[in-house]
């Protein structure tokens, strides 16, 4: 499967973007889904990751409940909508599938990855 995430920008402290991810194939409903996030010097830490139903999902602490992941099966499209948004959120945002179906914040459960979309947040 390939996937593709964009959505990001440039938007200041307190605003909100709404990140996608397409996914090519026929098997997108059956992978766990992921968002991770990799800011300079930093190492790729998980955001948020969803079951391949979406009825199960998990966020870090540092965005739980003001990040929202979702997924339209029907669309083979990921999302997440990420209000409130700090400058601490500022990184390269990537989408990753999970062939297992197993929704996991370890990236290395991952087995494929889209090419990352940039959100700066200003202060």
């Known amino acids: 499967v390939q996937l593709q995430a964009f959505g990001g920008g440039l938007v200041q402290a307190g605003g909100s973007l709404r990140l996608s991810c397409a996914a090519s194939?026929?098997?997108?409903?059956?992978?766990?889904m992921g968002w991770f996030r990799q800011a300079p010097g930093k190492e790729r830490e998980s955001v948020a990751t969803?079951?391949?139903?979406?009825?199960?999902?998990y966020y870090a602490d540092s965005v739980e409940g003001r990040f929202t992941s979702s997924r339209d099966n029907a669309k083979n499209t990921l999302y997440l909508q990420m209000n409130n948004l700090k400058p601490e959120d500022t990184a390269v945002y990537y989408c990753?599938?999970?062939?297992?179906?197993?929704?996991?914040?370890?990236?290395?459960?991952?087995?494929?990855w889209g090419q990352g979309t940039l959100v700066t947040v200003s202060s």
């Open positions: 990753a599938a999970s062939r297992s179906g197993i929704a996991t914040r370890y990236p290395r459960n991952y087995d494929y």
């Open positions: 969803i079951s391949w139903g979406g009825g199960s999902t």
């Open positions: 194939g026929r098997t997108f409903s059956t992978y766990a």
